[in-house]
């Protein structure tokens, strides 16, 4: 089901695309920072995935009653973050599309203004990144040190990729993330990573904005947001591997560089993507499955990050490299088993400053 605002603005700046499960209330109070904006030229493009909370008449009674033009479209069937994601850009007309989480918010009533003003002081932009706030604990994370272009080219897409991971602040030229649709990835929940890195590897030019722009993880009292931190542990647990949907973010930065031609230089960005996996990645997740769940499920989600599993059944490195990446996955495990969590999380802004740095 398909539900428009009546509106002559076919071409607005900014269309801030939402993908939606459930989350009514959380979702309605994003909307409720969006309607604050001095910025009035977007639209807001939300792809519902069959929520199941009876939230659809409460959503659009808002959107209806808030002046700002919107799409709302409710699918039939669960697809999942990837299809929502997806569908929530086909749903929109911008210039530039705003992705968004459906529990983030805009930082304050100035914020599409800030990202406009930024945006056309530069020539080329396709890729924005901002920074956010955490509303749980009020740590700021800067993934953007200072506001310049960042460059642009398969090398860069390959340094910068990581950046996309926490969905909410990017910002995407929206003809060619519409260009770039496709299902290949679904399951992945990485989907802006795709169409970033598809993005900068063809030429688009990456702008970094400093300033907190995003909300992240709106507080509702008596509410909470559900998340690997807020499910039970597993009683009883096997070694066996535990493959998530981070297993798969080498294929997709694989699919955002197929654009670049076969060869040496494209083996060496492959190689780069990797070693970041797991210098950083990786070994994160490792350390917060230990808190979170134990030190076996921990292991089992480290069993299923062999680069035997993830890497070579999508892309054929040459012996050697293959040997590096298999010294790497090793180092990653004594990385992320042995560092005590109290030392990790003691040291955890410094790595994080190095993990970031461009």
Partial sequence: M???SNTNN???????C??????TDFLIKALVTFKKQEFKDFEVCIYDDNSNDNGMDKIINYLENSNMNYSYYKSKNNGRYDVSLRGSIDLSNGKYILLMGNDDGLMNSNT????HNNIENYENISVVVTNYIVLT???????IPETKTYGSGPLTAASFFRNYAFVSGIILNGDKARELSTDRLDGSEMYQMYLATSIVSMGGEILGIKDIC???DLQIQGQEIDSYKTHAKVSKCSLTPRKLPMSRIFEVILV????MPEG???EECLLLIAKQLYMYTYPYWVIEYRREQSWCYSFGIYRALNPINIINNVYQFTFYNKFKLTVSYILSGIAGFLIPIFIFDKFRPFLYKIAKKQ
């Avoid at 076919?10 to 801030?16: A, D, Q, V």
């Avoid at 955002?256 to 654009?259: F, K, Q």
């Fill in 2 to 4: 398909l539900k428009k």
């Fill in 10 to 16: 076919l071409r607005p700046y900014f269309s801030i």
């Fill in 18 to 23: 939402i993908p939606q499960y459930n989350r």
């Fill in 112 to 115: 599409l203004k800030l990202m």
């Fill in 137 to 143: 604990d009020g740590e700021k994370v800067m993934r």
């Fill in 214 to 216: 995003i909300q992240k």
């Fill in 256 to 259: 955002g560089l197929e654009s």
């Fill in 264 to 266: 040496r230089k494209k």
